[in-house]
């Protein structure tokens, strides 16, 4: 049985810096991707960032390029989403998804069928 439990959020300053968890089990092979996504009030499911789990491999929506790092601790299954100079229009519920992949993870939420339960980040002064 596959499971999915993200963690990590809060409220912090902006510019500051928050590091979510993703950890994921249950999956027969090491064949599978893990996606960060997020979703602001009124506002679609967007994906954020994604990792392969075996090869590395890993994707980033333009607007985090250069201020988000997804990682991986294969020996933990766990996926790791570090933000850094947050902004305000980061403010979302945060959710991570699980699935397997053909050549390389996507960024698109009809692609993970395994989800964690989110958690809020907000950014604000």
């Known amino acids: 049985q596959v499971q999915v439990v993200d963690s990590g959020g809060g409220l912090v300053q902006p510019g500051g810096s928050l590091r979510l968890s993703c950890a994921a089990s249950?999956?027969?092979?090491?064949?599978?991707?893990i996606g960060w996504f997020r979703q602001a009030p009124g506002k679609e499911r967007e994906g954020v960032s994604c990792?392969?789990?075996?090869?590395?491999?890993?994707r980033y929506l333009d607007s985090v390029k250069g201020r988000f790092t997804i990682s991986r601790d294969n020996a933990k299954n766990t996926v790791y989403l570090q933000m850094n100079s947050l902004k305000p229009e980061d403010t979302a519920v945060y959710y991570c998804?699980?699935?397997?992949?053909?050549?390389?993870?996507?960024?698109?939420?009809?692609?993970?069928?395994?989800w964690g339960q989110g958690t809020q980040v907000t950014v604000s002064s």
């Open positions: 990792i392969n789990r075996d090869d590395g491999k890993t």
């Open positions: 998804a699980a699935d397997p992949y053909f050549s390389w993870c996507t960024l698109q939420k009809d692609d993970y069928n395994y």
């Open positions: 249950g999956f027969i092979s090491d064949h599978y991707g």
